[in-house]
């Protein structure tokens, strides 16, 4: 079983940074893949970033040149630096897990930028 808890989400200025973080804990050595995810009202949920258990990241179009992920092993962390937020990032923000069997998904944590 593995937990993730998200933490650094709020509300900022359209042009602003955040820094979302995700603690893992568990049988995290089982985890793949780890990944941020986004929800607005009334879409569906969507990818925003991922990064492999080597470090090979891939980004959604529409946050690559803005948005960074990164993991810290040392700290069984990932990121996400949020840079020139734009009013259609607001959403909550998921950190999900994936090993060859099954994903495990954070509570999520509300962004919400304002105009």
């Known amino acids: 079983q593995v937990q993730l808890v998200e933490s650094g989400g709020g509300l900022v200025q359209a042009g602003g940074s955040l820094r979302l973080s995700c603690a893992a804990s568990?049988?995290?050595?089982?985890?793949?893949?780890m990944g941020w995810y986004r929800q607005a009202p009334g879409k569906q949920r969507a990818l925003v970033a991922v990064?492999?258990?080597?470090?090979?990241?891939n980004y959604a179009d529409s946050v690559k040149g803005r948005f960074t992920i990164s993991r810290d092993n040392a700290k069984n962390t990932v990121y996400l630096q949020m840079n020139s937020l734009k009013p259609d990032d607001t959403a909550v923000y998921y950190c999900?897990?994936?090993?060859?069997?099954?994903?495990?998904w954070g509570q999520g944590t509300q962004v919400t930028v304002s105009s």
């Open positions: 568990g049988n995290i050595f089982s985890i793949n893949f």
């Open positions: 999900k897990g994936s090993n060859s069997r099954t994903d495990y």
């Open positions: 990064i492999t258990s080597g470090g090979v990241t």
